[in-house]
């Protein structure tokens, strides 16, 4: 779905996966620096995101069951994140969710709402849980400090960045004017996002990435509760071994006039030990990037990204894991 916000003066289409909604507004630079220095001054949109609700009196027992993230006790409007697990525990989804009381509301990844809904469909057996896809009826955008002006009902999720407001759609055109803030783009957000270390899916994982290698362990899994489809993967790793690779975040060679794009190899003295997630220009950083490496890289080495010398800056500790201590009480040795 196209956003009303791409008809704004100045307005740039995103690339694909984000297309239909606006990079920048002609000011990246202002609309970035306007975002991080006052909650108030900028919103961004972030329509093109998926949104899903869940019903029902069994929602958080059941949601508790299935996801990472300890949600029997959730209290309403406390914002968490929460992730879907394959059985060999490789991340499928990563939610950023409420409960406001009546129901669960949680967004995703572009295009991922549908796979995911279907996916809890059939795990509802008899429980008392109404699951639903809902993101052609409301939008998500991230910023404008309270909320003032928008819808009675609307929704603010926290997240490292700032608020992210749930809204009926067709408010989505005049959102600007409903907050009395500039518009600006996914460039914006996506910089301070990066800046901040936080992983996005799709983007800064891969279809191997569990969640010990990108820092979700502790805001999106939580380790002390019941069984959920792939804990046996987070436990194995937590208790007995370590990821094989880590997120680590680059500062990138100023020198180098172009970002490296995602999938791009990293390299460490000429063989490839990771590839680049996602990267942008930080108004104060200058060119940034998260990138996923094998957990053997030396934490001070300088990489090589896409052909662009980067710094590294640790995200995810090569330690990670393995978190039992083994003591082995010897007996004496016996003499015949």
């Known amino acids: 779905m196209e ?11 995103a690339d694909s996966p984000d297309q239909g909604i606006a990079a920048h507004y002609g000011e990246p630079s202002q609309e970035q620096r306007a975002l991080a220095e006052s909650p108030f001054a900028a919103v961004v949109d972030r329509s093109n995101r998926g949104v899903i609700r869940v019903a029902g009196p069994d929602r958080l027992r059941w949601l508790h069951s299935l996801l990472s993230q300890h949600l029997e006790g959730l209290q309403p409007h406390q914002t968490t994140e929460a992730l879907l697990l394959s059985p060999n525990g490789h991340v499928e989804h990563h939610l950023q969710l409420m409960d406001d009381g009546e129901a669960v509301w949680a967004h995703v990844e572009q295009g991922t709402a549908g796979p995911l809904v279907e996916f809890l469909d ?6 008392r849980v109404e699951v639903a896809d809902v993101t052609e009826s409301y939008a998500v955008v991230t ?9 009675e ?4 999720l926290r997240d490292a960045v700032g608020t992210n407001w749930l809204l009926p759609r067709e408010r989505l055109a005049t959102v600007v004017d409903d907050l009395g803030a500039r518009p600006a783009g996914l460039w914006a957000y996506e910089a301070l996002r990066i800046a901040a270390h936080v992983p996005r899916l799709g983007f800064d994982t891969d279809h191997k990435t569990i969640a010990h290698e990108v820092g979700w362990i502790g805001g999106a899994v939580h380790l002390n509760k019941g ?6 993967t987070v436990a194995r790793v937590e208790n007995l071994g370590r990821p094989p690779r880590r997120l680590v975040f680059l500062h990138l060679d100023g020198s180098v006039d172009r970002l490296p794009a995602h999938g791009e190899p990293v390299e460490l003295n000429g063989r490839q030990v990771g590839f680049v997630g996602s990267a942008a220009r930080h108004y104060e950083l200058g060119p940034i990037a998260l990138a996923l490496v094998k957990r053997t890289v030396p934490v001070d080495a300088t990489l090589m990204a896409a052909g662009v010398p980067a710094a590294q800056e640790v995200v995810v500790s090569p330690d990670t894991g393995a978190n039992v201590q083994v003591n082995v009480r010897r007996l004496p040795r016996q003499h015949a």
């Open 153 to 156: 009902g609307t929704l603010g």
């Open 122 to 127: 059939r795990m509802r057996f008899l429980l």
């Open 143 to 151: 910023g404008g400090g309270a909320g003032t002006g928008l819808p």
């Open 227 to 232: 069984c959920y489809r792939g804990q046996e």
């Open 3 to 13: 956003s009303p916000l791409l008809h704004l003066p100045g307005a740039v289409s």
